[in-house]
């Protein structure tokens, strides 16, 4: 960096109290190394979340990781991982890290582009968004109530029932 500092007028003499870094993440090669629900292929009992997965963003993070504790949860009761619909943010997620061509894999962040597209293409934008929001919201309640998750009327709060 001090090289192509100096290369610029004005700075050839210039004091640096210090020089800058490229934020890097380390990561697995998750479409090569991890199950559709984020575990070892070669252990199922071994689950991974947050950045080392690929994903990128705090919320990102912090929902697989609370997916991978239910997983873990239903792995060791003998009940199969869950990984939720394509059609909503989380599912589309896990289906990136599960599908991405692993010769090119890269961290991703959550993002209209990942969910599956609609029946019917949209042209407006905030229409479009609209109407995935809407649909990811009607598969993730139809998720839950396959769990048992029931939803409060009132409140809209959910709890196990």
Do not use: C, W
């Not at 139809?142 to 048992?148: V, Y």
């Not at 939803?151 to 959910?158: D, F, I, T, Y």
């Amino acid at each position: 960096q001090q090289r192509v500092f100096r290369m610029i007028p004005g700075l050839e003499r210039a004091e640096f109290l210090r020089y800058g870094s490229v934020h890097r993440n380390s990561y697995i090669n998750a479409p090569r190394a991890l199950t559709a629900h984020l575990a070892a292929q070669d252990d199922p009992q071994l689950l991974f979340a947050g950045q080392i997965t690929g994903v990128e963003g705090y919320t990102e993070s912090a929902a697989t990781g609370i997916l991978a504790g239910i997983n873990l949860a239903r792995l060791l009761a003998g009940e199969p991982p869950l990984v939720p619909p394509a059609t909503t943010m989380l599912g589309a997620l896990y289906r990136y890290l599960h599908a991405a061509d692993p010769e090119h894999f890269q961290p991703m962040n959550a993002n209209f582009g990942l969910l599956e597209p609609l029946e019917t293409p949209v042209r407006d934008k905030a229409r479009k968004r609209e109407l995935l929001v809407e649909r990811a919201l009607a598969e993730m309640d139809r998720f839950a109530e396959r769990l048992g998750i029931a939803k409060n009327a009132e409140s809209g709060v959910r709890s196990a029932e």
